[in-house]
């Protein structure tokens, strides 16, 4: 795995009846599927620290589901990361299909998901917190969708009305942050009323092509619409990371893993 680089974005979150006292920033980690950036992921860690985020966000898929999941350098991170931040995480597709598939993975998702959150990991199972910095409020969303949603070969339709089903109406009073593995379903997201989405999953469409983007995501679409970089729908932003590993096919052309960091002004 080649190493990583680190993506900055802007995020404008001040409204007529809201406003961010001083700006703040939060690392975005996405697609991690186990690699390690240098001994218990020290390059990776190191990193983290120079940005001095207040926040950590995670959209899934640390780990890979395969046929003996591994579980250790996963919690080992996020045994680093709640020394000093407020870690937020939202699973993505292979802790989904860990914890739809008991007779194969049997209790391992539940002992994960225990012992993450035993170090102080928020870990939001289609639920979401509430939390004030800098004198604004934040609410912070975790969208897990079932595994219907990343069938290869075939679209599954999610609206609006369904997202509210799993985890209700976004918050009025607050920015709304929601950690969306998928981010092919971006345009609901933002009528559902995300101010900022962000997304992993497609880890960059793996090959890219100067002007054309991502040549194919995991389920196998050719040049999928959302596959890396900052999108906006009507103002709502979406940020969908090219991911820091991969898995089964071990391949990156002209797509860097990456760290994303996002600035809050």
């Known amino acids: 795995m080649s190493d990583f680089k680190v993506t900055r974005y802007r995020m404008r979150t001040g409204t007529e009846t809201r406003s961010l006292e001083q700006p703040f920033s939060a690392v975005f980690l996405s697609d991690l599927h186990n690699v390690s950036y240098g001994e218990n992921n020290s390059r990776l860690l190191q990193e983290i620290r120079n940005e001095n985020p207040e926040l950590v966000l995670i959209a899934g898929d640390m780990l890979t589901a395969g046929s003996e999941p591994q579980t250790d350098a996963a919690v080992a991170l996020m045994n680093e990361l709640t020394k000093r931040y407020q870690v937020y995480y939202a699973n993505g597709n292979h802790e989904r299909r860990m914890k739809e598939n008991t007779e194969k993975y049997g209790d391992r998702y539940e002992r994960y998901s225990n012992a993450i959150k ?71 997201y933002a009528s559902w009323g995300a101010d900022l989405t962000l997304s992993g999953h497609l880890h960059g469409g793996m090959i890219r092509l100067p002007f054309l983007g991502g040549v194919i995501s995991p389920q196998l679409r050719l040049f999928p619409k959302y596959d890396r970089g900052l999108y906006d729908l009507n103002g709502k932003k979406l940020v969908v990371s090219g991911g820091l590993g991969d898995h089964t096919i071990h391949l990156r052309i002209n797509n860097p893993p990456e760290l994303i960091v996002i600035d809050f002004v």
């Not at 004198?135 to 990343?150: H, S, Y």
Request: hydrophobic share 40%; net charge negative; charged share 25%.
């Open 118 to 188: 035993s170090l102080g990991v928020h870990l939001l199972e289609n639920g979401s917190e509430r939390v004030e910095i800098n004198r604004m409020a934040f609410r912070i969303w975790g969208l897990e969708l079932d595994n219907t949603f990343f069938r290869r070969g075939k679209s599954t339709a999610l609206l609006p009305p369904q997202m509210e089903e799993m985890i209700g109406k976004p918050d009025e009073q607050c920015y709304n942050i929601l950690l969306a593995h998928h981010p092919a379903y971006f345009d609901t």
